[in-house]
């Protein structure tokens, strides 16, 4: 028996089933690849979501945490940090904003912007007790707790999970008149994601993301950006809404802002809208420790050079030019995206995402499918140019183009 069969049976014998992986069993990475049990390699066409733009073991990372990990790991924000005021001065200055909000996942981020925008509403806005409402987008993905999935139009992430929070609406993505309609005087904040990643990479109609910062400007509701996926880096840009040259009010980062070492986000944004925040009204336990923001300090030090993202610009235009040649050959119907991320659907004649990325890992790579037919390439950003070309190569094998 092997020892990945062993190690796959286990897992679904005592783990609950809320996830359908690739039968690999990974045992340790560097860079762009990761190795399995029995010593099979593997390009991560992945990156954990984009947890890992830095790639896995960057030594800068793990020096930073080693160092960390000797000194003082966890503190409480029951006291002040050696660590702490760094965080979020320099995270505040990367944003280009005043006030920084640090929690630990993803979803937590979501969550502390959606209380945020609230108490902003009835304390600043004057917005009635009780009725402020957010304006979101269809095929959004924001994360998994109860209030967050009361607001997908995803069935799987949301039925049977009620009863669902009240107090969002929600409009088609990329469609500026149905926004606008959706704000009344009750409304708090508009929460979208730049880039809609789990959707497929769908990239919204050029002029959308300024036509959303103009409306909420004037119609005084806050502009939340979702980049926990988008941003640092990963579009060739700090956050994905620079590519339309938009401030929002609220940034939400998660992902790569731990470096793929340890979770770390944070809700990002000025002190009129941070600062109605008073002691006791809102924490966590882990959010702000010595270990996150030390980590968190060598990501934002290593952003601030440009490099990454001057990276994922120029693989990224080669990587779209690759996939582009693949439209129309008859398995690739369509490539989205922006900087070193894709979104490539397959023609479903062709086999399923799920298929297509079973065939992938036999050949040594290792990608996500999403929505059936749509998979989903986004590499740390620190894969050589050779390695990405050799995992483009196995994606044509793969599609036969
Ligand atoms: C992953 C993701 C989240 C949730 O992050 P978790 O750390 O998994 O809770 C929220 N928003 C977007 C856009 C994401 O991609």
Known sequence: MSTTADAIRSADAHSAHTYHPLPVVIATADGAWMTDVEGRRYLDMLAGYSALNFGHGNRRLIDAARAQLERVTLTSR???????????????????????????????????????????????????????????????????????????????????FGPYTPGFEIVPYGDLTALASAVTENTVAVLLEPIQGEAGVLVPPAGYLRGVRELTRERNVLFIADEIQSGLGRTGKTFACEHEGVVPDVYLLGKALG??????????????????????????????????????????????TGEYQQRATELGEHLHRELNLMVGGGAVTAVRGRGLWAG???????????????????????????????IRIAPPLVISKEDLDWGLDQLRSVLGA
């Open 78 to 160: 029951a006291f002040h940090h050696d660590r702490f005021a760094d965080f979020c001065a320099e995270l505040a200055a990367l944003c280009g904003k005043e006030m920084v909000l640090p929690m630990n996942t993803g979803a937590e981020a979501v969550e502390t912007a959606v209380k945020t925008a609230r108490k902003w509403g009835y304390e600043v806005k004057g917005v009635p007790d009780g009725h402020a409402k957010i304006v979101v987008a269809a095929d959004n993905f924001h994360g998994r707790t109860t209030t967050i999935v009361s607001f997908s139009t995803d069935h799987e992430a949301r039925d049977h």
């Open 259 to 304: 470096g793929g070492v340890v979770p770390v986000s944070a809700v990002v944004a000025d002190r009129d809208v941070l600062g109605i925040f008073r002691p006791g009204e809102h924490g966590s336990t882990f959010g702000g420790n010595p270990l996150a923001c030390a980590v968190a300090l060598e990501v934002i030090a290593m952003l601030r």
């Open 344 to 374: 490539v659907d397959i023609d479903p004649s062709r086999g399923t995402g799920r298929e297509i990325s079973e065939k992938l890992m036999e050949l040594g790579v290792l990608v996500k499918d999403t929505h059936g037919s749509t």
